[in-house]
């Protein structure tokens, strides 16, 4: 997103936003957790957004630590309820900026009814989901998102259950702007953040991230090689794919199964909360 400001260098978005007595975090090695953290960090400052009148909100899990590390106000929460308090929060100061760190864990499957009734509602909030495709802070359960056939602490002979597609629900439900990305690519995330941030109503970017500790060493995925090139085998932008179910061949469509979608899912304008509230109010004042 283009906004004319000067792009500034690590160390001193490091300096500017974060509560430097919060370090070291608790990240493992190769998680890309910090990653996310620190796309968000571009976006904020590329949007030139006022940290005094936004709020960063997360649930629990190790991408949930998110929040504590921005030296802004900040919600740490309790397990899948940081949309609950992050609407709380939007209802009664409609002018801050609200942004939820969450995991898949936390965001959709503890509180994955949270989920759907905030995208339903459409309020102005951004959702920042880290999606490592596992419970990594209790120590590598199967969560919703868990691929087909992957090992995991509850899942020792392969997840036998169908995965849930966070984004393919958000864009159902008509959240107004949704994008998945990878990681291991910089310039998209920060750029979908920062259109996220942007855009009036519910956003949803999934981040996929490398859990090396919990999920990558049960699933050959422990060098951070493997899980670059797995999001390169096992990723199709959302045109690509679309334009392949249409016009592919049988073959070309029988390879998508078991691959994820990356790209900017949807885009558009909705009404939001706060504009029919706004509404409602006005019809009802005496
Ligand atoms: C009500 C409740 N249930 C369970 C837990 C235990 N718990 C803490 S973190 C966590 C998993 C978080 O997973 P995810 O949201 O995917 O985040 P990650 O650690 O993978 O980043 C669980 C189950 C809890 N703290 N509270």
Known sequence: MATGLKPRTAAELRTAYLRQEMFPTIFCDGCGIGNVLNYTLWALDSLGLDLDRTVFVSGIGCSSRLSGYIN???????????????SGIKAANPELTVIIFTGDGDGAGIGGNHLLHAIRRNMDLTVILVNNFTYGMTGGQAAPTTPDGSFSTTTPYGNIEHPLDICELARALGAPYVARWPV??????????????????????????????????????????????????????????????QFGSPEERAALGGKLKIGVFQDLERETFEDRWARLVARVRL
């Open 72 to 86: 802004a106000d900040g919600m740490h929460t309790t397990h899948g309820r940081a949309l609950a308090f992050a």
């Open 184 to 245: 291991n690519v910089p310039a998209q995330p920060i750029s979908s953040i920062a259109q996220g941030i942007s855009k009036r109503g519910f956003a949803l970017i999934e981040m996929l991230v490398p859990c090396p500790t919990a999920y990558g060493r049960r699933n050959g995925l422990k060098e951070l090689e493997r899980s670059w090139q797995w999001y390169r085998e096992q990723t199709v932008l959302v045109d690509e794919w679309e334009w392949i179910e």
